[in-house]
C-alpha cells in the first residue's frame, strides 16, 4: 500500500482533520486535499476517512509517545497507592489550586467533542446502505462515550451536548446535567454502537472498534458509575448522587460483562491467553503485535518504519524511571495456597527479593524485577538485573526499591534500532479486565456464585498456575490486613484480584475514587517500598550505589520512606475528602456561565 496522509479542511463549511495512523489495515492515506460539504459526505469512504482522525487522538486512544511508561507509570503520575514517583502527587496531598482558566475546561478541551458531533450531525448525507454506514456511526459513538466519560472522570456532571453549537447556542450558557443522567445516555448510546459495530469474533485483527471493544467500554463506565454512586453515598460524601444506590448502573455492568463473557464461551473471542504457560502473564505485556492474542480486545499497533514509537522501555529499562512499585502493592499479592501473608505458613518474608516472591502468586515474580538471575535488563546482551537504580542521584531513581518489570521488552537491540525507543504494543480493553467487572458487579449485586468466581477470579489464578489457591466464597480465609473496612470477604478478595491482575496498568486511581475509599487508602499514609538493608552491602555492587543506599530514608521498620523528608508529608497524604474527588471548574468559565456552578469544596 502506498502511503501518504489525508488532511480535510472544512469550517463553517470548511473543517480541518488531519489523519494519520500507524495501522495501514484501517487507515489508507491519501494526498493532501480541501474539501467542503457539499463534496465531501458522499460515500462510506468518506465517514472512514472522517473517523480514522479519532484514533489517533490521545483523550481518547493514547499513544503514550511521552518520555515515561506510558500506562505502565499512569498509576504513580496520577497518585495512588500502589505506584509512586520520586515526587509526591501534590493532589493525592490536597495542594491542587484553583485555575482561571484551563484545567481541562478550555475551549481546546471541547473541540474533540464538536468534531465528533460534526459527524452526528452530516453522516446521515450518505447515501448507502445502513450496514455500510453504521459501523462508522457506531464508531463515533463509541469515541463520543469515552470523551464524555473522561469528563466525567474528572468535573462530575457536565453539558451533555451531541450536535455541533455554534457561538450563539443556548447549551453555551445551559447549567451542567447531572452525572447519572450522563452515564444513561452514555450507555444508551453504547447499546446503539453494540447494535452497529461488527463482531470481531475470530476475524483477522484490523484496529478499528468492535462489538466486543464497546461491550467492554459499556462494561467499564457502568461500574465505574454505579460504585461512585454507591460507596459515595454509603459514606454521604459531597459527591454522592441523591436518591441513587447506583445498583442500575451495576446490573448494566453485569449485563456487558456477561455478554462478552457469553461471546467468548461461543466463538472462542475474546479469552485468556497463555493459560499455564511459563511467564505467560507478563508475556502479554511484551508483545509488538497482539493480533493472535484473544485478550487483547483494542490495542494499539506501534510501528519504526512511521516513526510511531512509544518510550516505555526508556523507563523501565535501567533499573529506575522515577517511579516504583510500594510496600501496599506487594503485600497483596497471596500466597500460593491462596492464604494472605499474615498468616501463610509458605511466606518467607520480605528481607531480600528472592524471599519476597517465594511460593507467592506467581505474577508478583512478573512484575516487579527480582536479583535471581533470571530477570533481565536485557536479554540479548545476558544483561541480568542486580539492583535497583539509587546512585543516580537524579529522578531517574527507582523511589521504592521494587522496580517494575511489567510491560517492559528486554530486548537491546530493537531499543537500539529504534533510537532508544520502542515498539510495545499498548492495550486499551483486556479481557482479565472484563472478567474483574463482572465478578465485582455480581458480588456488588449480592448475586455471586461459586461458578462466577471459578469462570472469572479463579480463570486468572489457574493462568499463572494458581490451582492449590483457588478462591472458594465458603471457605475464604481472613485477612488482618484486608484494605476494607467494611466489605465482605468476598469483595475483598474481588477487589485484591482486580489490583493484582492490573497491577501497573492505570486503573487504581479510578478504583479508589469510585469506592470512595480515599479515607482508608490515602489519607493519613505515607507510601512505603522496600527493606533497604537488604542493598547495604550488597555484592559487586559500585561504590556509588552503596554510599547512595546508606544515605535514603527508612522507618522505624526498616522500609523505605519514600517522602519521609518531605514536611508537607509529615502526617501522611493530607487529601482532601470533601474536594479532591473531583477537579474544579475554572474560575473564567463560572463567570462567563455562572450556571455551571462550583464543584464541593472549591
Given at each position: 500500500m502506498k502511503?501518504?496522509?489525508?488532511?480535510?479542511?472544512?469550517?463553517?463549511?470548511?473543517?480541518?482533520?488531519?489523519?494519520?495512523?500507524?495501522?495501514?489495515?484501517?487507515?489508507?492515506?491519501?494526498?493532501?486535499?480541501?474539501?467542503?460539504?457539499?463534496?465531501?459526505?458522499?460515500?462510506?469512504?468518506?465517514?472512514?476517512?472522517?473517523?480514522?482522525?479519532?484514533?489517533?487522538?490521545?483523550?481518547?486512544?493514547?499513544?503514550?509517545?511521552t518520555w515515561d511508561a506510558g500506562p505502565y507509570s499512569k498509576d504513580a503520575s496520577e497518585g495512588?497507592?500502589?505506584?509512586?514517583?520520586?515526587?509526591?502527587?501534590?493532589?493525592?496531598?490536597?495542594?491542587?489550586?484553583?485555575?482561571?482558566s484551563g484545567g481541562g475546561w478550555s475551549s481546546d478541551d471541547w473541540s474533540l467533542l464538536r468534531d465528533i458531533n460534526y459527524f452526528m450531525d452530516h453522516y446521515q448525507s450518505v447515501e448507502d446502505s445502513p450496514d455500510k454506514v453504521n459501523p462508522y456511526v457506531g464508531e463515533a459513538l463509541f469515541f463520543r462515550s469515552i470523551f464524555y466519560f473522561n469528563k466525567l472522570r474528572t468535573f462530575?456532571?457536565?453539558?451533555?451536548?451531541?450536535?455541533?453549537?455554534?457561538?450563539?447556542?443556548?447549551?453555551?450558557?445551559?447549567?451542567?446535567?447531572?452525572?447519572?443522567?450522563?452515564?444513561?445516555?452514555?450507555?444508551?448510546?453504547?447499546?446503539?454502537?453494540?447494535?452497529?459495530?461488527?463482531?470481531?469474533?475470530?476475524?483477522?485483527?484490523?484496529?478499528?472498534?468492535?462489538?466486543?471493544?464497546?461491550?467492554?467500554?459499556?462494561?467499564?463506565?457502568?461500574?465505574?458509575?454505579?460504585?461512585?454512586?454507591?460507596?459515595?453515598?454509603?459514606?454521604?460524601?459531597?459527591f454522592k448522587v441523591d436518591g441513587s444506590d447506583g445498583s442500575k448502573f451495576i446490573q448494566k455492568a453485569t449485563d456487558a460483562a456477561g455478554a462478552l463473557i457469553a461471546m467468548g464461551e461461543a466463538n472462542g473471542f475474546p479469552a485468556l491467553d497463555n493459560v499455564g504457560v511459563e511467564n505467560g502473564y507478563v508475556n502479554l505485556f511484551r508483545q509488538y503485535d497482539l493480533s493472535s492474542y484473544r485478550e487483547a480486545i483494542l490495542?494499539?499497533?506501534?510501528?519504526?518504519?512511521?516513526?510511531?514509537?512509544?518510550?516505555?522501555?526508556?523507563?523501565?529499562?535501567?533499573?529506575?524511571?522515577a517511579h516504583g512499585i510500594t510496600k501496599s502493592m506487594v503485600d497483596?499479592?497471596?500466597?500460593?495456597?491462596?492464604?494472605?501473608?499474615?498468616?501463610?505458613?509458605?511466606y518467607q518474608g520480605d528481607r531480600d527479593l528472592k524471599s519476597l516472591v517465594a511460593n507467592r502468586?506467581?505474577?508478583?515474580?512478573?512484575?516487579?524485577?527480582?536479583?535471581?538471575?533470571?530477570?533481565?535488563?536485557?536479554?540479548?546482551?545476558?544483561?541480568?538485573?542486580?539492583?535497583?537504580?539509587?546512585?543516580?542521584?537524579?529522578?531517574?531513581?527507582?523511589?521504592?526499591?521494587?522496580?517494575?518489570?511489567?510491560?517492559?521488552?528486554?530486548?537491546?537491540?530493537?531499543?537500539?534500532?529504534?533510537?532508544?525507543?520502542?515498539?510495545?504494543?499498548?492495550?486499551?480493553?483486556?479481557?482479565?479486565?472484563?472478567l474483574l467487572i463482572y465478578a465485582e458487579a455480581k458480588a456488588e449485586l449480592g448475586t455471586i456464585s461459586q461458578s462466577d468466581i471459578d469462570k472469572t477470579v479463579n480463570a486468572l489464578r489457574r493462568r499463572v498456575g494458581m490451582d492449590n489457591g483457588l478462591?472458594?466464597?465458603?471457605?475464604?480465609?481472613?485477612?488482618?490486613?484486608?484494605?476494607?473496612?467494611?466489605?465482605?470477604?468476598?469483595?475483598?478478595?474481588?477487589?485484591?484480584?482486580?489490583?493484582?491482575?492490573?497491577?501497573?496498568?492505570?486503573?487504581?486511581?479510578?478504583?479508589?475514587?469510585r469506592w470512595a475509599a480515599a479515607d482508608e487508602l490515602i489519607r493519613g499514609k505515607r507510601p512505603l517500598g522496600a527493606v533497604l538493608e537488604q542493598w547495604y552491602n550488597y555484592p559487586d555492587a559500585a561504590q556509588a550505589f552503596l554510599d547512595a543506599v546508606v544515605k535514603l530514608p527508612v522507618n522505624s521498620d526498616g522500609y523505605m520512606d519514600i517522602y519521609k523528608n518531605f514536611n508537607a508529608l509529615n502526617n501522611g497524604y493530607q487529601f482532601n475528602l470533601g474536594r479532591d474527588?473531583?477537579?474544579?471548574?475554572?474560575?473564567?468559565e463560572l463567570v462567563l456561565n455562572p450556571n455551571l456552578k462550583q464543584n464541593p469544596g472549591w
Open positions: 502511503k501518504y496522509k489525508y488532511i480535510i479542511i472544512i469550517w463553517m463549511g470548511v473543517f480541518t482533520l488531519m489523519l494519520s495512523s500507524c495501522n495501514d489495515d484501517f487507515l489508507e492515506r491519501a494526498p493532501i486535499v480541501n474539501l467542503s460539504d457539499a463534496n465531501f459526505w458522499k460515500s462510506t469512504n468518506d465517514l472512514k476517512i472522517y473517523c480514522n482522525n479519532f484514533y489517533n487522538r490521545d483523550e481518547l486512544l493514547p499513544r503514550y509517545d495512588g497507592d500502589t505506584q509512586v514517583y520520586i515526587n509526591y502527587n501534590r493532589r493525592m496531598n490536597g495542594e491542587n489550586t484553583l485555575p482561571s462530575g456532571d457536565v453539558p451533555w451536548i451531541t450536535t455541533a453549537i455554534g457561538i450563539d447556542s443556548e447549551e453555551l450558557t445551559a447549567s451542567r446535567t447531572p452525572r447519572s443522567q450522563v452515564v444513561e445516555s452514555i450507555l444508551q448510546e453504547l447499546d446503539q454502537a453494540v447494535e452497529y459495530l461488527p463482531t470481531q469474533g475470530s476475524s483477522t485483527y484490523t484496529g478499528r472498534i468492535t462489538k466486543e471493544a464497546a461491550l467492554a467500554l459499556q462494561a467499564r463506565i457502568a461500574l465505574y458509575e454505579g460504585t461512585w454512586e454507591k460507596y459515595h453515598a454509603l459514606k454521604n460524601t459531597p490495542w494499539r499497533k506501534y510501528s519504526k518504519e512511521d516513526g510511531v514509537v512509544n518510550h516505555i522501555d526508556n523507563a523501565l529499562g535501567y533499573r529506575g524511571g497483596s499479592y497471596l500466597c500460593l495456597d491462596g492464604k494472605p501473608i499474615a498468616v501463610s505458613s509458605m502468586d506467581p505474577r508478583l515474580n512478573q512484575t516487579i524485577m527480582v536479583d535471581d538471575g533470571e530477570h533481565f535488563l536485557w536479554e540479548d546482551l545476558g544483561t541480568v538485573f542486580t539492583t535497583p537504580l539509587f546512585e543516580d542521584n537524579t529522578e531517574n531513581n527507582s523511589s521504592t526499591g521494587y522496580h517494575q518489570g511489567k510491560g517492559f521488552v528486554p530486548n537491546y537491540a530493537d531499543y537500539v534500532v529504534t533510537h532508544w525507543s520502542s515498539l510495545n504494543g499498548i492495550i486499551y480493553f483486556r479481557y482479565a479486565e472484563v478462591l472458594n466464597i465458603g471457605n475464604i480465609t481472613t485477612d488482618p490486613n484486608w484494605e476494607f473496612t467494611a466489605l465482605s470477604p468476598v469483595l475483598q478478595e474481588i477487589r485484591r484480584e482486580r489490583k493484582v491482575e492490573l497491577a501497573c496498568e492505570g486503573y487504581r486511581l479510578d478504583d479508589i475514587f474527588y473531583l477537579s474544579p471548574i475554572p474560575t473564567n
